[in-house]
């Protein structure tokens, strides 16, 4: 019998005899259940403290612990919010505190950051603005709110400038930090090999300053927030600053609650959109 006739009857029994290549294991399904699963297990590690403690809040009030009329239950502030959200007071409110905060922490970081790595690598530069700076930081924004009022009005630029000039200092110092804190070996080591300033900023400088300079990032964020909010219970005419103190003077007191867990929630989702961006710019770091 010729092998052109035996191939055709070996096939079937080298298909018995070899497992197929996926054979023994998971389908990718499967792999997607349980590590969505894992994922979801991890989330109730870390929320657990949170939820407990809105459990407390929700049954403090209604057990008598605390007098309801000044902590009301938690189901009755979301009750509130949810009524702000059907007249649209509540997306007014969002809606304006958004575009002053992201306004101001935008125009901080592009100006800022800039400045910070050239005053972290020109000592001259630093030796001239370090007094400057020293004093313009441990100034408090929110001292100098007046100041910006009565320069710029109560309108939408006071509290954008309020806002450029409390992330200025958070996204500053650490730029400047830095950029000290590259390891000089690295520098050595580049400027051996022949490496132009251009190519030592971009390659060395940059990367190695960037976990520091996100830090820095997030405290102006951080930053942003707290002073808006100050600078919107001051001749606002919506914003969720507006919101709480109109609240608390209408004493409207779940609707104020609700404005400070509003500011909570956007504080972190800023603060989770800057994680994702810096894990996007820094895929050469470990994770941790």
């Known amino acids: 019998m010729s092998s052109l006739e035996i191939s055709p009857l070996l096939g079937p029994a080298r298909e018995r005899r070899e497992p197929r290549s996926g054979a023994g294991r998971p389908a990718p399904a499967l792999d997607g259940l349980r590590a969505t699963l894992r994922g979801l297990a991890g989330f109730g590690r870390r929320s657990l403290l949170v939820v407990a403690l809105l459990a407390l809040w929700e049954a403090a009030p209604r057990l008598g612990l605390i007098d309801p009329v000044f902590l009301p239950p938690f189901s009755e502030v979301i009750s509130a919010g949810w009524q702000l959200a059907q007249t649209g007071e509540l997306y007014d409110d969002v809606s304006a505190s958004l575009l002053r905060a992201l306004s101001g922490f935008l125009v901080s970081v592009v100006v800022i950051v800039p400045l910070g790595l050239a005053v972290g690598w020109y000592a001259r530069l630093g030796d001239l603005l370090n007094q400057f700076i020293e004093i313009c930081r441990n100034t408090?924004?929110?001292?100098?709110?007046?100041?910006f009022i009565l320069l710029l009005g109560i309108g939408e630029l006071s509290k954008i400038t309020m806002v450029i000039y409390s992330c200025a200092w958070p996204l500053l110092l650490n730029t400047i930090a830095a950029v000290k804190q590259v390891d000089p070996l690295l520098i050595k080591s580049a400027r051996t090999m022949g490496?132009?300033?251009?190519?030592?900023?971009?390659?060395?400088?940059?990367?190695?300053?960037?976990?520091?300079?996100?830090v820095g990032i997030r405290l102006a964020s951080a930053s942003a927030m707290?002073?808006?909010?100050?600078?919107?219970?001051?001749?606002a005419k919506a914003g969720l600053g507006y919101l709480i103190i109109n609240s608390q003077y209408s004493f409207l007191i779940p609707q104020m609650y609700f404005g400070i867990l509003g500011i909570t929630v956007i504080g972190l989702v800023f603060n989770a959109v800057l994680e994702a961006?810096?894990?996007r710019f820094m895929r050469w770091k470990p994770a941790a």
Do not use: D, N
């Open 140 to 147: 408090a924004p929110l001292a100098l709110l007046p100041v």
């Open 277 to 279: 961006l810096e894990r």
């Open 226 to 235: 707290l002073v808006l909010v100050a600078s919107e219970m001051v001749g």
């Open 195 to 214: 490496a132009t300033p251009q190519q030592l900023f971009r390659k060395v400088i940059l990367p190695a300053a960037l976990p520091t300079i996100f």
